[in-house]
């Protein structure tokens, strides 16, 4: 079946520590989201990519590091820089352009907990 | 700027309707989105509606937008247990394109 799959779904940290969130989807869609979201504060987007070897920063990207080698792959590395990293994670993909009415395609999140 | 408001909680009892409002600050918003999370599981799109419609009616759920207030709301009829998540608003602008900017979201308590 066509989706998202994201990875771990749980995952703890201690601090210092780099961690690397995976995302991958088989929907042959071009763009690419990462989403932070924390409880209270909605969805805040972290980094984005509208094709290969292309990314642009969101709102929140300090700390933060993505790649984007290939269509289909989409990591997110939480830096030990980022300074309050405990969160749920969740990336997206979409089309290019979005389609019909743009919607985007979640996967189920990531809950990272860093102790 | 794009800036995507909503209440945070809402409660209602079963059987009853519930309406789940937003406002948003930008006009030139081309889409405007009604995600629904489960706890722990990633956004799924309940509905959408386009910004030169006023209305949209989907089995249970009717979307109103009003353009000149920049206020969007979601009424969910005959309401279930099952119906009890959260619910994010988010907008679109231009081409549709640009990432979509979310409201906090607006999390709703079905009483059985």
């Known amino acids: 079946d066509g989706g998202i799959t994201q990875s771990p779904k749980y995952l703890f940290r201690k601090e210092g520590q780099n961690v690397t969130l995976s995302c991958e989807q088989n929907l042959n869609h071009d763009a690419m989201y990462w989403y932070r979201q924390d409880p209270g504060q909605g969805l805040r987007l972290i980094y984005y990519?509208?094709?290969?070897?292309?990314?642009q920063k969101g709102d929140i990207a300090e700390g933060y590091s993505v790649s984007r080698e290939k269509k289909e792959s989409f990591p997110l590395t939480v830096t030990s820089a980022q300074k309050n990293p405990t969160a749920f994670y969740l990336c997206a993909s979409s089309p290019l352009p979005r389609g019909a009415n743009g919607e985007l395609f979640f996967g189920e999140g990531s809950r990272l907990t860093v102790l | 700027g794009e800036d995507v408001e909503q209440s945070l909680f809402l409660s209602v009892r079963e059987g009853d309707s519930s309406v789940i409002n937003c406002t948003y600050t930008?006009?030139?918003?081309?889409?405007l989105y009604w995600y629904k999370q489960e706890p722990g599981a990633g956004l799924q799109l309940l509905t959408y509606i386009f910004s030169n419609m006023d209305m949209k009616q989907d089995q249970r759920l009717t979307v109103l937008l009003n353009k000149k207030d920049k206020h969007l709301s979601l009424r969910i009829a005959d309401t279930q247990t099952g119906d009890s998540a959260i619910y994010f608003c988010?907008?679109?602008?231009?081409?549709?394109?640009?990432?979509?900017?979310f409201g906090k979201g607006t999390r709703l308590s079905v009483i059985a």
């Open positions: 990519s509208q094709i290969v070897n292309d990314f």
């Open positions: 988010a907008e679109s602008l231009y081409s549709g394109n640009t990432p979509l900017v």
């Open positions: 930008d006009s030139s918003s081309t889409y």
